[in-house]
T-cell receptor
Framework: DSGVTQTPKHLITATGQRVTLRCSPR?????VYWYQQSLDQGLQFLIQ???????AKGNILERFSAQQFPDLHSELNLSSLELGDSALYFC????????????FGPGTRLTVL | AQKVTQAQTEISVVEKEDVTLDCVYE???????LFWYKQPPSGELVFLIR??????QNEISGRYSWNFQKSTSSFNFTITASQVVDSAVYFC??????????????FGKGTKLTVNP
């Protein structure tokens, strides 16, 4: 158990809908990262927050957004969902920014029908 | 941009065999970190090791060992006396600095290891 929690574990929804994925980092970690794992793209970095501030953006679609709250939990919002958004979404956390080890949560499997 | 190549898509071995998973990386950074993660069938990503680019010493942890060679830009992972529980997808990753001064991980495509009894 990495100490990073993600809810829900599974999510099934329809095209055009909006969903919110939630992540709680390890106790004391200030940095949260979101990654998407799909069969065709592999594991890709989406976005990072540090202590409530956005720090880095990767291949994140404009339909997707995220935030980190004062209690350090983070939410990833996915809207106008398409079939191609079906994937495993991971949250990771690290103590600080920089090259600290990122510990991953169990992931949320999103299926868009 | 950084790149990680895991040329072996799938490997199948019989229990107790040794197996080496290859990882080759590309980076222009002089300071970087390399990682290995394990993804068992249950789906979570489990951290195995982090290695600093300045530390080329090989590392051993139980049945796991890692060979880092800067000259060939490789960071290979060996499992000795493999067990069925080692069956998983293994990912090699490289840290990449972002514009915000942070780091993100660039992952290889992964190697699926199947250990048969």
């Amino acid at each position: 158990d990495s100490g990073v929690t993600q809810t829900p574990k599974h999510l099934i929804t329809a095209t055009g809908q909006r969903v919110t994925l939630r992540c709680s980092p390890r106790s004391g970690d200030l940095s949260v990262y979101w990654y998407q794992q799909s069969l065709d793209q592999g594991l890709q970095f989406l976005i990072q927050y540090y202590n409530g501030e956005e720090r880095a953006k990767g291949n994140i679609l404009e339909r997707f957004s995220a935030q980190q709250f004062p209690d350090l939990h983070s939410e990833l919002n996915l809207s106008s969902l398409e079939l191609g958004d079906s994937a495993l979404y991971f949250c990771a956390s690290s103590a600080r920014e920089g090259t600290d080890t990122q510990y991953f949560g169990p992931g949320t499997r999103l299926t868009v029908l | 941009a950084q790149k990680v190549t895991q040329a072996q898509t799938e490997i199948s071995v019989v229990e107790k065999e040794d197996v080496t998973l290859d990882c080759v990386y590309e980076t222009r950074d002089t300071t970087y970190y390399l990682f290995w993660y394990k993804q068992p069938p249950s789906g979570e990503l489990v951290f195995l090791i982090r290695r600093n680019s300045f530390d080329e010493q090989n590392e051993i942890s139980g049945r796991y060992s890692w060979n880092f060679q800067k000259s060939t830009s490789s960071f290979n992972f060996t499992i000795t006396a493999s067990q069925v529980v080692d069956s998983a997808v293994y990912f090699c990753a490289l840290s990449e600095a972002t514009q915000g001064g942070s780091e993100k991980l660039v992952f290889g495509k992964g190697t699926k290891l199947t250990v048969n009894p």
